[in-house]
């Protein structure tokens, strides 16, 4: 009896076995690490903001990983290049989907990047993309965490318009899709606040640029505020040429990003009625970002790189990743798509929940004092205005 | 006249002085020894990071005109007896191996600084009337040094012992040896003085524009442009040369926009390539 129960009890043990390989081998799938390929500055001229970018990613991975990975799986961060052209970058997508079966890709780059990835990735892998944009973008797998136009214009406009009695606006910005589109949205709602446009130009992106002529111009248009859509140096050159002619103290200025780099360039003597609507600033209050300033400065110590928008936003992309991928308690695009309507997740300065596959968020109004921003206003649970219908 | 078209020609004898000036050291080290210097944009950003450092040490600006132009001259000897006189006669080498130290340059400024933007204070704050405009005090100040300055060169050149040396030099570097005219030392003193000049190029932009390693990029090619529309080798044509680029850039930027005044000096300068290659004014 005893020898024949004990071969019944193998016999069971066997036939046990053999149900359970799936999720035996389920298992060793889960040792494997979830990889995330992150595609960000790491030369090129957006290369100022590299550093933040991969600092911030590498701390939401770290704090991750601390608390148990993606569905178990720890995560592994594998660096992209996106500073180069456009080209470049979806050799990298491919080889990183192909070789390394990257599970997910997180991005902090321009549109034009952003585009020429969406139609190399194919839906295949999960794409988030971060910094801020201009709207419109809702390819299928796809998850948009930027800033948009209507974020970002409607508060600006809205404290020209009604507390600073702004009529007319002088639109200034560097020829490509963002300030162009954004300038779109910037008339609409100056024309609904009763001001307009008496004067539009644009300046070509990255030719070196002087702005003498161009504040001349402004000068003699003489507007009540003066909206700025120029990037990197170019927004630098120009706010210390305007200025340097002292229209600092005539009129006023709303930037569309301008974050800490960009402000300490410009230089503390040159930002007087300067002002600015973003979802980031170092200088935002509350529990969740002082959480996040202390662990960046413990992780990375003194001399950590620069906190800015365009970089932290890396954080928010790999916590979103998190959030994305457990909830849909997998990869599969129909089941993130889904899963994505009303997900909330972490981002440096506290939670935020999706719609429509961009995130409503909170925007802060500032302006600067001397190299700092100073918040004036905060906006909750600002609508991205995007409508991408459900798969 | 109009307030704002006495800025605009204000705006553009700025762009001219300025232009000039930032061009000088690359048409001394082009014109005279053939040698066209990649790095020239690199030592423009050397000096305003001297500048940048004298600032933020609390010395006053001028201090850093003197600073800027040692350290680069310095920086251009040490180019020379390395880089340059072991390549005099191959002009398609110095010009690979000044590209490479235009890299090397880069990075070490991003390896010592970083690559975020330093701002220089403007050392000369606000406007001064002129004709009824207000015009930055600094910008006003620049246009008069530079223009001060080149013409002092040109006399210089014209009329001082050196100058009739270096023209020898140029014209017949083997007689001009032949009659005891130390030619190595005199080529080797005129890239210096090119680099130190770049530096001084670089002290007098650095309050205008954001100082960051890429900063040389945005100077090496109007000044290129500026020695293929004026020709190499005399003042006259380095004037030619800035007041036809700087001058077109500005004005067709005040007239229309930036696009326009970019399009117009790039349409200018490969006219002047194809239909005209020695320049304007070259040296016979």
Redesign the interface.
Known sequence: MQKRSVTRRGFVAGGAAILAAPVVLRHARAADPFKIGLFYAASG?A??F??TQKASAELAVEQINKNGGILGRQVQLLLADAGGPPAESTKTAVRLMVQEKCDLFVGSHDSATREALVGTIKARVPYIYTPIYEGGECAPNTYVLADTPEQQVRPSIDLLTKEKKVKNVYLIGN?YVWPRKTNDRVKQYLTAGGGKVIGE????LG????F???V??I??AKPDAVVITLVG?DN??FN??FA???LDKEMLRASMLLEE??L???????SKQLYNCMSYFSSVPGAAHDAFKAAYKAKFGEKAP?LSIIGVDCFAGVYCAKALVEKAKGTKAADLMAASEGLTFSTATGPVTMKNRHPDKPMYLAECEG?NFKIIKTFDNVGSGEACKQA | MDP?VT??FL?IA??IATLAVLALGLAIVFGLLGVLNIAHGELVMAGAYAAWIVQSAGLPYALAVPLAMLACGLLGWLIEAGLIRPLYARPFDTLLATWGLSLLLRKTAEAIWG????????PL???VDVLGA???R??LMLIVLCLAGVAALAAWFAKSGAGTRIKAMVANPDLAQAVGIRTGRLARNAFVAGCALAGLGGVMVAP???V?P??G???I??SFFVLVVGGLGSVAGLVAGAGIIGGL??LV??VA???A??TAVLVIAILFLWLRPRGLLARA
């Open positions: 001229p290369a100022l590299g550093p020829d130009e644009y300046v070509p030719a070196p640029n002087k003498e002529e161009a001349t111009r000068k003699g140096a630098v050159n210390r040429t340097g002619f002292g780099n960009t300490l360039g410009i230089g503390a003597e040159n620069q190299t | 704002l800025t605009q705006n700025f762009g690559l975020g933007y330093k701002s220089v204070a403007l704050p606000g406007t207000a015009y930055p600094y910008r205008l524009t954001p960051h890429f900063m990029i945005d100077y090619l109007e850039g500005s930027s005040a926009d930036r696009t005044g970019y």
